[in-house]
């Protein structure tokens, strides 16, 4: 999806001009994929522009720094300053956010020890990421013929650079054999999330996604759409799923941060009943929820001016 320039990007402590914004092509990161990111959503509120659990969001940067060993040059309330700072920056009422934390230069080999960390907040428009109206019409998804990372290979839990590879072969084999998305399975066989979303599928009137331990990001979107369900009275729980649950599901779903709410359409060509009752439920909660809308979640709604 290409990207649309916003006025500055925050770089080790300073709003710098979008252009300005560059790094030396013997970055370490950029050769070894060793940094850390998040995605965050800011919307438009009736009060300003609202950066979605933005609490959460550095903290889990955090966490994927402390998983990969790197020790990032702020404190947590630093960077969600900092992100406030450059959401306002951008003047627009509504945009994603993409910090990231990264070895920069002046160091080549793969001991991280001695490297510099540096920070920078991008923000740019992003609009509809697995298509326009994905809730009703749905998306058609495929098994990777990719397996999601080990455990001990490279932590799914760590939102690392160097992960998304995998997403990416994933991503790009679905959409070559004509599907919209892939999910990805866990070394053992289980369902593990989807190349940039969590999943969720109802099976006998449940609604199941996969634990942290099947391969699955600890998904903020996920979280929050677990609790708005809970709030409707649906009942939602973490678990694990097998292929073949995909393919008998009552209805299905994918969440995240760019993805929003989306529904599924169809799993390996299985058609799944879409959209599904429950999910459009859900999606037109979380909906206002990020706007501010509804009352009940207005604290996940963190103001950036
Ligand atoms: N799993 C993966 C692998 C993942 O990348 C994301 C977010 C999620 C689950 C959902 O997490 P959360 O955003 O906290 O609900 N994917 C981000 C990156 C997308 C991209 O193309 O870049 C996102 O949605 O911002």
Redesign the pocket.
Known sequence: MPITPTPKIWMNGDLVDWDQAQVHVLTHTLHYGTGVF????AYETADGPAIFRLTE?IE?LFNSAKILGMTIPYTVDELIAATKATVASTGLPAC?V?PLAYYGYGEMGLNTLPCQVDVAIACWPWGA?LGDDAVAKGVRMKISSWTRHDHNTMP?AA?TVG??VN?SLAKVEALNAGYEEAIMLAPNGLVA??????IFVSRNGIFLTPPISAG?????????VMRIAADLGIDIRVDNIARSDLYIAEEAFV?????EVSSVRSVDDREIPCPGPKTVAIAEVYAKAVRGEDPRYRDWCELAG
Do not use: D, F, V, W
Request: glycine share 12%.
């Open positions: 998040e995605g965050i959503r969001h889990r994603y993409r990421y799914p939102k992960n998304y997403s999330e989807c190349t940039g979303e969590n699955a990001l600890e998904g903020i979107t996920q979280n929050s969440c995240g941060t760019a993805a």
